[in-house]
């Protein structure tokens, strides 16, 4: 994907995670195309940011030490159930990734380097972009 964003792309992207510094090469991609940013780091949080700022793209972590993912995820359909939401994660767990995608899951991307964009999230991002 390059740089400059289809006019249609959504513009801003709420990133769950409850440690968010493993995130930071996907925020400052995020930040360099130009979108807004905002994180949570529990459901509380989360819910707050998408109240006030309706992002249309939702990165989420279903490993959080609050709570589970999955309500996190469950939340997300009742409040926003257009928001588009992928799953990012250190884990990769294939039971789990299925059960996200059935609650509503657009995809799901494996985090393992800290610092460094995950193969695979652009191309995801991109569909995220072009899907209705």
Same mark, same amino acid.
């Given at each position: 994907?390059?740089?400059?964003?289809?006019? &249609?792309?959504?513009? &801003?992207?709420?990133?769950? *995670? *409850?440690?968010?510094?493993?995130?930071?090469?996907?925020?400052?991609f995020?930040?360099? %195309?130009?979108? #807004?940013? &905002?994180?949570? $780091? @529990?459901? #509380? =949080?989360?819910?707050? =940011?998408?109240?006030? #700022?309706?992002?249309?793209?939702?990165?989420? @972590?279903?490993?959080?030490?609050?709570?589970?993912?999955? =309500? $996190?995820?469950?939340?997300?359909?009742?409040?926003?159930?257009?928001?588009?939401?992928? %799953?990012?994660?250190? /884990?990769?767990? /294939? =039971?789990?990734? #299925?059960?996200?995608?059935?609650?509503?899951?657009?995809g799901?991307?494996?985090?393992?380097?800290?610092?460094?964009?995950?193969?695979?999230?652009?191309?995801?991002?991109?569909?995220?972009?072009?899907?209705?």
């Amino acid at each position: 994907m390059d740089q400059d964003t289809p006019q &249609s792309a959504p513009q &801003s992207v709420l990133i769950i *995670d *409850d440690q968010l510094d493993s995130q930071r090469a996907i925020i400052e991609f995020f930040i360099d %195309i130009g979108w #807004k940013v &905002s994180t949570a $780091v @529990d459901e #509380k =949080e989360s819910i707050l =940011e998408l109240e006030h #700022k309706n992002p249309s793209l939702v990165l989420l @972590d279903l490993v959080l030490e609050k709570e589970s993912g999955f =309500e $996190v995820l469950s939340r997300i359909r009742q409040i926003c159930p257009g928001t588009k939401v992928i %799953i990012i994660s250190q /884990y990769f767990d /294939y =039971e789990l990734i #299925k059960q996200a995608m059935k609650a509503g899951a657009m995809g799901f991307v494996q985090n393992s380097e800290v610092n460094s964009i995950p193969s695979g999230f652009t191309s995801l991002l991109q569909g995220a972009i072009d899907s209705p």
